[in-house]
């Protein structure tokens, strides 16, 4: 088992990581469940079959147990969904000792993440992520839902209060969110650590390289990226924005195809192939585009910027990111590995650069 804490400026908490670590929970948040009255266990249908009763049966071996699970999805992150939990946990009789545990994706860590944050002003959480990409939404304490005119509007800064990866629960995992969790992996590579690059663009070219144990070994890398990020910048006022790479274009395609029609990372692929166009665009900065959608091409990415929605759809919705201000839209470029920037986008060369990229007339060299 790999350990690693996260620091903020009023927390620290542990990062476990690696098999069997959900077997071991009593023992590992000892002193976190020794006060506590009861404990919540909020799903989604798909993860609560898998693993709700494994998760229910050891915490009830030192505490009173619920589980409750949401149609498993991104259309879970939403008021209904929100609202519905409220519900549950008032009738459970949760109270400021008891604890709630996030046991799934991004989705279940967001929305049973930000329950805990609001429920009777905060109360404690656990991460338990289940798919790749959820080692990035695990850390860092963003919780929140969507509204239906933007993701992830809705939220609250609400660190969990311990993160069990217990990675033999990626064995049920679809190619597609290994795939979708990847994105995120390489995001923290291209934003940080380009000796990470080098290694994922040698070692990684397809969705069964991806499964590999030695994917599993990289996890604490990337979270490591995530971590040194978060302490610098828990709030999001300077450096907290890179983790945004990929992300300004990715929300706008999640929102405008429908919350759940495309993977998160799927977005976030295509995302950060498009800022890397831009950068090219704005610096004559050296992205060998050709190249880099061969390897995200060979991992099953999307490699287009999608030509259903028209280029002032996906700009209106840019336009609701909140890192956009005064309706200003901002990207997140990286000049080259390792050195990103946020900057301010001119609308017009947005639209010009999308709609030639939907013409599918873009030339790359
Ligand atoms: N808070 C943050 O910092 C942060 C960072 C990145 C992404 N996110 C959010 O994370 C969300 C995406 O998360 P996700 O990709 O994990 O999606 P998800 O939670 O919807 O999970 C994807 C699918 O995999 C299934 N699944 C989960 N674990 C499984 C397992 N072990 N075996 C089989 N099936 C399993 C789920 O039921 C679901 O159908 C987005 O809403 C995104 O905005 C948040």
Redesign the pocket.
Known sequence: MEQLTVKTADTSYPVYIGKGVLNKAPELLHTLLEDKSRALIIT?T??GE?YGTKLKNILGRVLPVSITAVP???AS?SMSSYEKLLSVCIEEGLDRQSVIFAL???????LAGFTAATYMRGIPFVQVP??L??H??SV?G??GINHSLG??LIGAFHQPSAVLYDTD??S???DK?WR??FA?MIKHAYIQDPEFLMWLKKNVRTTEDIKKDTIRQFLKRSIAIKADIVKEDEKESGIRAFLNFGHTLGHSIEKSSGYGQI???EAVAAGMLFAMRLSNEIWISSWDINQERDWFKSLGYPIEAPSHYSAQLLIDAMKKDKKASAGKIKFVLVKEPGRPLLNTIDEKLLFDLLAKEQRGNTVYD
């Not at 799934?104 to 967001?110: L, S, W």
């Open positions: 989604d798909n993860v898998l498993d999805g991104e992150k799934g994706g991004g989705v279940i860590g967001d289940t798919t990409l959820a990035d939404s860092g963003k919780t993701k992830n629960t990626l049920t995992l679809p969110e979708s969790g995120e993977t998160h990372g």
